[in-house]
Every structure is written in structure tokens, then in C-alpha cells.
């Protein structure tokens, strides 16, 4: 069975996760692979690897390339092995830089029946993205993550598992860490998305936009039903 793998790119914070996290759950065959739960597994695990990334995440420092690639390529190979294996993968966090990019290229060129897809760009500031980071908690029963404005609508209730928390505030969401996070990925991953603007191949969409307008364009990209780029683009 052949399999794409969709790259969605954007600052921590800018939903990227999120629309992800949607699309797998309505679109049969779509998965959501996310670095940091690729590496959070790894901590929770307490494998070399997780013992080794706990500090530099916390702290909310990249972890290094050779690690999240072969963590990454490790679980395209688990989820291909699967009884029923996904069509498509909705990629989030991964590729952080060129020489991510360039190696995912070559690892896809490189496994039969792999390809690339379409590759999204959420685009925020990083005003907006400390904002959002710093009214977001975590359910320590089932790792959903809220706002503070959702939370309260619901009663602490948590509506994936119906436990009444406690929720949490993850070390590596609170401003100044978040802040740090986003100065890096201007650094790092932004020249990421001018290299793939280059080859006209990034849709750059404003993550400023209500989740359901942008759940509605995203899903009719990955469908095929938007194939132009510049046709995305939203006001930021």
C-alpha cells in the first residue's frame, strides 16, 4: 500500500497539531505523527534516548538532528507494519531545518511505495503564540490539552476522558520557555519554508484563522481539491 507523507510546518503554538489531530480523526487512513509525542514516548519510557532529551525538552531546547530523524523514521516503519496501514501521514513538527528537509527527502526517495504530499505552513506571531501557550493545561489522566477559557465552560470536566483532572502546566509552555521556542524556530525552521517556497511547493496558510475554516481548507488540500499554493493564503 503506498503511503504520503504530508509535512505541516509552523511555530510551536500555531495549530499545526491541532488540524492534524483533527483530519486523522475524520479522514480514515490519515495518522497524526508528532514529534513531541515521537519524543515524549521515548521520556515516559525512560529509554536511553528519553533519558537522554528530558533536560534539553524541558528546557525547551531542539533535540538533535540524527535523534528525532531516526525516531521519526522508526515509527514511519511501525505504522507501514500495522495489519492496516495508513495512507497518509500528517507530519507535525518534523522537519525543524534544511538538513531535516534534505533527509526526509532522501529517506521518502529511498522507501518504495513512500512519498511526499502536500506541505502547510500555519503562520502566527509570536505574540499570538505565547498567548496561546500560557492559557494552555494538560489532563494529567489522558494528556488532552485545554484552554483556560475551555476549561472553565466545561467544569474542569475533561471531555475526552471524563476525569476532573488535575490539569497541568507543561515546563515548556510557559512564556519565557515558549518565547525561546519561537525565537529558535525563526532561526532554524523558517528558512525551511522559504526553501520550499522556492519550488512553489508550501501553501502557507494564517493560523489566525477559526480552527473550522481552517479544518475546511486544510482537508480540501489533502483531498485534492486545492492544489494552488497562493489560493491559501489568509490574512494574518
Known amino acids: 500500500m503506498s503511503l504520503k507523507i504530508h509535512i505541516f510546518l509552523g511555530p510551536p503554538g500555531s495549530g499545526k497539531g491541532t488540524q492534524a489531530?483533527?483530519?486523522?480523526?475524520?479522514?480514515?487512513?490519515?495518522?497524526h505523527v508528532s514529534s513531541g509525542n515521537i519524543l515524549r514516548a521515548q521520556i515516559l519510557k525512560k529509554t536511553p534516548v528519553g533519558i537522554a532529551i528530558e533536560s534539553r525538552m524541558n528546557s525547551g531546547e531542539l533535540v538533535d538532528d540524527?535523534?528525532?530523524?531516526?525516531?521519526?523514521f522508526d515509527s514511519f516503519r511501525t505504522l507501514r507494519q500495522q495489519e492496516s496501514p495508513p495512507s497518509d501521514i500528517l507530519l507535525d513538527g518534523i522537519p525543524r531545518n534544511i538538513f531535516q528537509g534534505e533527509s526526509l527527502q532522501k529517506w521518502v526517495s529511498s522507501q518504495?511505495?513512500?512519498?511526499?504530499?502536500?506541505?502547510?505552513?500555519?503562520?502566527?506571531?509570536?505574540?499570538?503564540?505565547?498567548?496561546r501557550f500560557s492559557d494552555r493545561r494538560i489532563c494529567q489522566t489522558c494528556q488532552k490539552s485545554f484552554d483556560l477559557k475551555s476549561l472553565n465552560k466545561q467544569k474542569d470536566d475533561c471531555n475526552t476522558c471524563h476525569g476532573e483532572g488535575p490539569y497541568y502546566q507543561r515546563e515548556d509552555d510557559k512564556p519565557d520557555i515558549v518565547g525561546?521556542?519561537?525565537d529558535i524556530f525563526q532561526e532554524l525552521t523558517y528558512p525551511l519554508v522559504e526553501f520550499y517556497k522556492k519550488e512553489n511547493q508550501v501553501h502557507i496558510l494564517s493560523a489566525l484563522l477559526p480552527i473550522e475554516e481552517i479544518y475546511d481548507k486544510v482537508s480540501n488540500l489533502l483531498q485534492d481539491n486545492q492544489s494552488d499554493p497562493s489560493a491559501l493564503v489568509g490574512d494574518v
Open 21 to 31: 489531530s483533527l483530519i486523522a480523526k475524520k479522514h480514515p487512513g490519515f495518522v
Open 66 to 72: 540524527e535523534t528525532i530523524l531516526n525516531c521519526a
Open 112 to 131: 518504495p511505495g513512500i512519498s511526499l504530499g502536500k506541505i502547510i505552513y500555519f503562520q502566527a506571531g509570536r505574540n499570538e503564540i505565547i498567548h
Open 180 to 182: 525561546h521556542r519561537f
